[in-house]
């Protein structure tokens, strides 16, 4: 097994095949008939290992996903980043309002006066700004930093993990 | 996106099945060929619909525990220099520019990973002498609440995708 849990510490062990394929499907993953079995031929293996050690890394959790990453705004979505100031004993009540929101596809907590940041996507402008509205009533929060990207330097998802 | 697209952007982030041909299993539930199907994802990584094709990976697992997301006060002629400059970072892994607001003057945004918080605020720092940029904060997180996939074009069909791509 590629990943032993204790006592919460995640402790890494891959071998040196495992990290080959992760560095391989990260960004360069095969779009041909038999993908698993080209992966396989590049690194020596049959392309039923290369399912078996897939599946045995998805399991542990270290691959959350195989597939493809969306570009939401070439999708037609509408998305922003968004900043807010929540005091300390409401954060557990404000993260589950703002939480419930399938939009919400990521919050965490920060050290700052605006401590917790969220993004929201949404297929329209319109829907966008009906969830922000719907957060500020059920949190009673008025003030709402919406830091939408109006310019991409880089994003970088993949890590080489040699 | 025509409908067949959206169906194709559906299935795609439930997640590729680990089988020996895993296009033509999903081209079969869409009635389509394994060839236009392969076709049409080259056809979306190309034209950066799908930014990248492959393995999503926790990479806290990967010994990259800490974040910071560094926030920089740039002055606008400077955005497009420093905002490269920046990106070549390997330490950073997104940059971008954002709207000021009233009393929060910060419009470059970059996430800075590290395996601990030291190696975080040395690399910001490196950063700022690279820019020759004097305001900025970092902003480390302290505890992750949400993190999921989104799951286009499912508006009526959240629980099967969401149940494909489980949260950590």
């Known amino acids: ?162 | 996106m025509t409908e067949q697209d959206k169906q194709i952007v559906r299935e795609l982030q439930k997640g590729l099945p680990l089988v020996s041909r895993p296009f033509k299993a999903i081209a079969s539930k869409l009635g389509m060929s394994e060839e236009k199907l392969i076709g049409r994802i080259k056809q979306f990584v190309e034209d950066g619909r799908i930014r990248r094709f492959g393995a999503v990976v926790r990479h806290q697992d990967l010994g990259y525990v800490a974040n910071a997301m560094v926030v920089w006060d740039v002055p606008e002629h400077r955005i497009q220099e420093v905002g490269s400059v920046m990106a070549s970072f390997e330490e950073v892994t997104h940059c971008y520019q954002r709207p000021r607001h009233p009393g929060w003057p910060y419009n470059l945004y970059t996430m800075v990973h590290g395996r601990n918080r030291e190696e975080c605020i040395q690399a910001a720092q490196r950063i700022a002498r690279a820019t020759r940029l004097e305001q900025y904060r970092l902003l480390f997180s302290t505890a992750e609440l949400k993190k999921s996939s989104m799951c286009y074009f499912e508006e009526k069909e959240f629980v099967e995708c969401r149940k494909n791509t489980p949260d950590p």
């Open chain 1, 1 to 162: 097994m590629p990943v032993q849990r204790e006592k919460g510490i995640v402790v890494m062990q891959f071998d040196a095949l495992d990290k080959k394929l992760l560095n391989m499907i990260q960004s360069n993953f095969p779009l041909v008939p038999e993908p698993y079995r080209e992966l396989g031929n590049a690194l020596g293996i049959t392309e039923e290992e290369v399912i078996a050690r897939l599946q045995s890394l998805m399991e542990s959790g270290v691959i959350r996903r195989l597939g493809g990453v969306f570009d939401s705004r070439k999708l037609g979505y509408s998305g922003t980043l968004c900043a807010m100031n929540v005091p300390d004993e409401r954060i557990r009540a404000v993260a589950g309002v703002v939480n419930s929101f399938d939009e919400v596809t990521h919050n965490y907590l920060r050290e700052d006066y605006f401590n917790m940041w969220f993004t929201v996507l949404a297929p329209t402008v319109s829907r966008l700004g009906e969830i922000l509205d719907e957060i500020r009533e059920l949190t009673g929060i008025q003030e709402i930093l919406t830091l939408p990207s109006e310019n991409v330097f880089k994003i970088r998802v993949n890590f080489d993990l040699d």
